[in-house]
């Protein structure tokens, strides 16, 4: 998304007691957060990434991130993504170049717990982190 419309989300996260935003596109569809990729694993257990589609940044760690998860036999799947998905997701979690690979703990409301996915991925991107 473009940074005037990410502040403007993150400043209305803010607002809300929130420390991060969810951006859509102009279809209405999820693109980002406001400050890094988004990452959810569906009510079905299918890790799930927003397919680039020219309005975000896809970053150098989300592309890391799905290369090393794929490697250890995990399906990454990049499709378009609705808005209601996120308030079933199992697990929602972000990469990024500040936090790497971080968990979404709190959404809408909602408690969630730092799951197994994002802390294989996050482990994952970690090691190789150190061994490059």
């Known amino acids: 998304a473009l940074y005037a419309n990410s502040t403007r989300v993150m400043r209305e996260a803010q607002?809300?007691?929130?420390?991060n935003g969810v951006v859509l596109d102009s279809a209405g569809?999820?693109?980002?957060?406001?400050t890094s990729n988004l990452f959810l694993v569906t009510a079905e257990g299918k890790l799930v990434t927003p397919v680039p589609n020219g309005t975000f940044l896809a970053g150098i760690t989300r592309a890391r991130v799905i290369t090393l998860l794929t490697d250890a036999?995990?399906?990454v799947q990049e499709r378009t993504v609705l808005p209601e998905e996120l308030d079933s997701a199992l697990e929602i979690f972000n990469t990024g170049n500040y936090g790497k690979v971080t968990p979404c703990v709190r959404y809408e409301g909602r408690t969630?717990?730092?799951g197994p996915m994002a802390s294989l991925a996050r482990e994952r991107y970690l090691a190789y982190a150190k061994s490059h």
């Open 15 to 19: 607002a809300r007691g929130y420390d």
């Open 29 to 34: 569809a999820v693109a980002e957060f406001a």
């Open 73 to 75: 036999g995990v399906a």
């Open 112 to 114: 969630l717990a730092a």
